[in-house]
């Protein structure tokens, strides 16, 4: 019988695959997004849209990734779950990130491609489409932009933080304003582009500080957090608590000097 792959090699092949099929994905967006205008919209939920864009998008990446790997279970946003959230692995996809700034002409909008193993993000692919940046990593394997290792931020203290700051409908408006005079009061600031999972990809390539939300889904949160890590950096475990990987939960992800800090500060235990 023939010795298993090692896990770096495991690793490797989907962080290829999922490479080519975020790609792949991006350049369907494209097409859409040159004419945005006749899309068909739908309202999801407060403020949550989806369009023919972001489901052709899903299955241009499920058409790559379940045939090369059938053994993995797969999460996405759209098409819900397939295969067994118990699997080894388990891919967790948004299509599309950043739906509302994609239907409106705005730019941070992007591919999200995340690896969640035996509870850990182990594997993300994050790619912007417009700026052709493509974001990876995984354990083993160093994070990169377009083949350029990058690493987290060295900020070592709040006063001289620029940090994503995340909200959704899901968490009360009157938290969200206690975490950010939380930040305030600390002398740090806040920055957002409307696409969670690329900030999390601005985290590993240090151009924030860190990232804080109090609710992500995972198709949101693995790839980010995924690709913090193999840029050196450190996250809160998630989803928090031993939740189902569906549920999702808070996102805390940092620099590790800035990290003891922030968990302080939103008081994250």
Not at 10 to 16: D, E, K, T
Not at 121 to 128: R, T
Request: proline fraction near 5%; include cysteine; aromatic fraction near 8%.
């Amino acid at each position: 019988m023939p010795a298993e792959e090692p896990r770096v090699e495991r690793l490797g092949s989907r962080l290829a695959a999922a490479e080519y099929a975020a790609r792949e994905a991006g350049r369907t967006l494209l097409t859409h997004y040159g004419r945005r205008s006749r899309l068909v919209i739908e309202q999801k939920g407060l403020n949550d849209f989806v369009s023919v864009a972001d489901r052709e998008a899903e299955d241009v990446i499920a058409a790559i990734l379940r045939p090369a790997f059938q053994t993995d279970g797969f999460l996405g946003e759209e098409t819900g779950r397939s295969g067994s959230l118990e699997a080894d692995y388990v891919w967790c996809v948004d299509p599309l990130d950043g739906t509302t700034n994609f239907l409106r002409g705005a730019h941070n909008w992007c591919v999200s491609i995340g690896l969640w193993s035996k509870g850990e993000p182990v594997l993300g692919v994050i790619y912007d489409p417009l700026r052709d940046e493509l974001f990876a990593g995984a354990d083993g394997i160093a994070a990169t932009i377009d083949g350029a290792v990058i690493s987290t931020s060295s900020t070592a203290s709040v006063d001289r933080t620029s940090l994503g700051l995340g909200h959704n409908h899901r968490v009360p408006p009157e938290t969200f304003a206690k975490d950010a005079q939380r930040l305030f009061a600390a002398g740090g600031s806040f920055r957002q582009v409307g696409a969670g999972a690329l900030m999390l990809a601005y985290v590993s390539a240090g151009r924030v500080d860190g990232y804080f939300e109090r609710h992500m889904w995972a198709w949101d949160a693995i790839a980010g957090l995924a690709l913090i890590k193999a840029a050196g950096g450190r996250v809160v475990p998630y989803p928090n608590l031993g939740a189902p990987l569906e549920q999702g939960g808070l996102v805390l992800a940092s620099g590790p000097a800035l990290y003891r800090d922030l968990s302080d500060l939103f008081e994250i235990p």
